[in-house]
């Protein structure tokens, strides 16, 4: 095995040793928001002790926080594929592309198109939609097919025009673990001049991010889906990003990635955050540069993840009154599962199966609004349970049979 068993990684995450209800607790919330290593921690908690600063003074903490940056701005490069100077850190995704968005609808106003996804969380529609009412932009959305919780691609593709400026699409739904079509996307947005952006946030905790291979313009993330601290990153191609003029202080600098950058950044979670990437890497037990290791983990964790997924699915599935959504376990998905329990509340079951259960599990709409109402579900929403490199065996047994105790 070249990557380091589950038993092992979950040695490093403390919440794990947290009981409820008699319980070691079972984590199922990572798509809301994963758990966070020893190392993060630490990291975290040392560049407070120690190194804790503003930037580009001449004394040495000062000093040590432009370099710790700039160490984590290459690690976010290696991450993504890109170069240091395309990786803009920001509070998280939602901001970041409501920033990004500000700065596009300056070139953009009536006449132009942007698409957007009914599959997508609201944070990848609500920047792109508040062009229309600031600019006079047109917005076109894409709907969610409610037998396989997948985008009508027919629609997405007549929607293209000359007049399409933008595509914003997920690169993963974080409530039903759809995973899109994105070289098709970027067919699309390449065929018609348009800009491409990709919400990875859920994507990226399951599936590693290649932004050349992607051929997008944009693409955002939120290190707290996969075990960092709460820190949004965006990936900004160098020469589309060199022609914006994003809202910025007079003094604040004006070349990338800075130039994208408002304020004092989150210097301790953004420290937290490639050592996030770095635990990662280091699950490898080969040598190599730190992409070669991240290129190792992932597909070994996706693989162990899916075989989570099959597992749960079947043993949801088999429950009397329990509906699963989204695309089976056949396809190339997220290990995060959408269900509903008949005759029962989504935040019952949440409740009923962390204090009968010790599972921590979210239910609603995770601000997929549009998923929930493609699916006819109103208010309650789904319940959610979505594994992550720590989920073990038997978590997903006692998930099973916690699900079938609330059936029974
Ligand atoms: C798919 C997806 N996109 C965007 C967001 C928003 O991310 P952030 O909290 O970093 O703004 C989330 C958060 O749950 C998400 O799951």
Not at 112 to 127: K, R, W
Not at 130 to 147: D, F, K
Not at 304 to 325: K, P, T
Request: net charge negative; with cysteine.
């Amino acid at each position: 095995m070249s990557v380091v068993s589950t038993e092992e990684i979950r040695g490093h995450f403390p919440a794990l040793q947290r009981t409820h209800a008699g319980y070691p607790v079972g984590y199922f919330d990572g798509p809301g928001g994963t758990q966070v290593p020893t190392e993060v921690i630490e990291a975290f908690t040392d560049y407070l002790l120690r190194h804790n600063a503003n930037t580009e003074w001449k004394y040495p903490s000062s000093i040590e926080t432009d370099q710790l940056l700039k160490e984590a701005r290459v690690t976010f490069a290696d991450f993504l594929k890109c170069s240091e100077r395309e990786i803009v850190f920001g509070n998280n995704m939602t901001t970041l592309t409501f920033h990004l968005s500000r700065t596009l609808g300056k070139l953009w106003g009536p006449g132009d198109e942007i698409i957007v996804t009914q599959l997508d969380h609201q944070a990848n529609q609500a920047p792109w939609r508040s062009l229309e009412e600031e600019c006079g932009v047109t917005v076109h959305i894409v709907p969610m097919l409610a037998e396989n919780g997948k985008l009508d691609w027919d629609t997405l593709t007549e929607l293209f025009t000359q007049r399409t400026r933008l595509l914003a699409i997920g690169g993963a739904s974080n409530a039903l673990g759809t995973v899109n079509d994105l070289d098709e996307a970027a067919r699309l947005c390449r065929s018609f001049g348009a800009y491409f952006f990709v919400d990875a946030v859920h994507m990226a905790s399951h599936m590693l991010m290649d932004v050349v291979k992607t051929d997008c313009d944009f693409l955002a993330c939120s290190s707290y889906k996969f075990y960092g601290p709460h820190v949004g990153i965006l990936y900004i191609r160098e020469n589309v990003g060199e022609s914006l003029m994003p809202p910025r202080l007079p003094c604040a600098k004006d070349y990338l990635p800075e130039s994208f950058e408002t304020g004092t950044l989150n210097h301790e979670g953004i420290v937290g955050a490639a050592v996030a990437v770095d635990f990662l890497a280091g699950l490898s037990k080969s040598d190599g540069s730190r992409r070669e290791r991240l290129e190792l983990v992932f597909p070994t964790l996706y693989a162990r993840s899916h075989r989570l997924l099959e597992c749960l699915w079947d043993g949801l599935q088999e429950q009397r009154g329990v509906q699963l959504y989204g695309p089976g376990p056949g396809e190339e998905r997220t290990p995060t599962i959408g269900f509903t329990v008949r005759g029962m509340d989504s935040s019952t079951v949440a409740e009923r199966l962390a204090n009968d259960s010790g599972l921590f599990l979210s239910h609603g709409d995770f601000y997929a609004s549009g998923v929930t109402a493609a699916l006819g579900l109103g208010q309650q929403g789904l319940v959610r349970a979505g594994c992550a490199c720590y989920t073990n065996d038997d978590e997903v047994e006692r998930l099973i049979k916690g699900v079938a105790a609330l059936c029974s």
